[in-house]
């Protein structure tokens, strides 16, 4: 394939800018990058990465794999605290 073509997943794809994909998924732009940060969004697979500009991929088999890998991300458990007992008591785990 020459560098000019267009690899042919991509042909029925439109691609959006950051700002476009965070509307389309419900959330903030701070959130994509946030996701990007923390690889939950892959370079390569999930966007594409040129200067300071981001595209993503946007259809329907895109947008299904996309959700699918999000789903499979565990929420982080935070520990629950005990609170202080007036001001003399620690913190502590509760069971």
Known sequence: MKRTERPEILDHLEMVDLKEFAIRMGVCPNTV???IATCKLVEGEHF???????????????VSRLMQSLALERPSVRPRMRGRQGNKGRLQLRP
């Open 33 to 35: 990058r946030n996701w």
């Open 48 to 62: 594409f990465h040129t200067g300071r500009i981001y595209r993503f991929p946007w259809g329907p088999e895109f």
